[in-house]
């Protein structure tokens, strides 16, 4: 097990790495093709051959995974925050507040996130950043509730009664006693929605909302070899691997983190 958990992590440093210095792993441009090398199968020269206008498929790879890695963080920023923030207020305050934000989220959960992530760009439009805080938004459900559940819990303990009975103030008790012990399995959740945010932009890349050609992003890159699935596998397979190998990585290391929690 300690061996998946370390590949898991080399697979995530490596795509960052790929994201904030993508010159060091390939040359090739991944804008400008060579329209005579169009088509050619993964070799020495192009790891993962080259598409149909001749640019490398490896640095278009290397390259994109700043789009989909940057995408991947807003939207977990956003239902991180948002999540969390709600679920603190409901799980502390009770009563009528604690009633009408759980039922929202449960009609949120009741939606596929796919789904809701749709209508939202809809509303925003499409292009990266909407793509990016609409999966947020999407996720804001289930940061919300579990948070709630951690605050309950931790609401609950002795210490925090203990703050209260001393004189400490509704928010500062909230702030140093509630909300830094609960957020060990909100962080584990936050790991998982990483992997589930990528997957679910390059998703939305494939459907066409993310980013625009020729930019490198993972989903746009598997949508672009579909017609040439029959004759050049690598266009879209090798582009895939990658999403799925980040994904199943980022899903290890929250189940890493949860069985540490408390």
């Given at each position: ?126 292009g990266t950043v909407n793509v990016a805080i609409a999966v947020g938004i999407g996720s804001v459900a289930a940061f919300v509730r579990l948070s709630r559940s951690e ?12 703050a209260f009975g001393s004189g400490g103030r509704f928010p500062v008790v909230l702030w140093r006693h509630v ?84």
């Amino acid at each position: 097990m300690k061996g998946g958990l370390i590949l898991s992590w080399l697979v995530i440093v490596l795509v960052l790495l790929w994201a904030v210095v993508p010159g060091v792993f390939t040359g090739y441009d991944p804008i400008a093709g060579v329209p005579a090398e169009k088509l050619q199968a993964p070799g020495a020269e192009h790891l993962f051959g080259t598409d149909a206008v001749g640019r490398d498929m490896f640095a278009r790879v290397v390259h994109g995974a700043v789009h989909s890695l940057s995408g991947a963080f807003v939207a977990v920023a956003v239902g991180l925050v948002l999540g969390t923030l709600l679920g603190l207020l409901a799980g502390s305050a009770g009563g009528v507040l604690d009633a009408v934000v759980m039922r929202v989220v449960d009609v949120l959960l009741s939606v596929p996130g796919l789904l809701l992530a749709l209508t939202v760009i809809i509303l925003l439009g499409p292009g990266t950043v909407n793509v990016a805080i609409a999966v947020g938004i999407g996720s804001v459900a289930a940061f919300v509730r579990l948070s709630r559940s951690e605050v309950v819990r931790v609401r609950r303990t002795d210490y925090v009664e203990a703050a209260f009975g001393s004189g400490g103030r509704f928010p500062v008790v909230l702030w140093r006693h509630v909300l830094p012990n609960s957020l060990g399995p909100v962080i584990a959740l936050a790991a998982l929605q990483f992997g589930v945010a990528i997957l679910a932009i390059s998703t939305l890349g494939f459907l066409g909302y993310g980013a625009e050609p020729p930019t490198p992003e993972w989903g746009l890159l598997i949508a672009e070899g579909r017609n040439y699935l029959a004759t050049s596998w690598w266009l879209t397979t090798l582009p895939g691997a990658v999403v799925v190998a980040v994904v199943l990585a980022a899903s290890r290391i929250s189940r890493s983190i949860a069985k540490e929690g408390p």
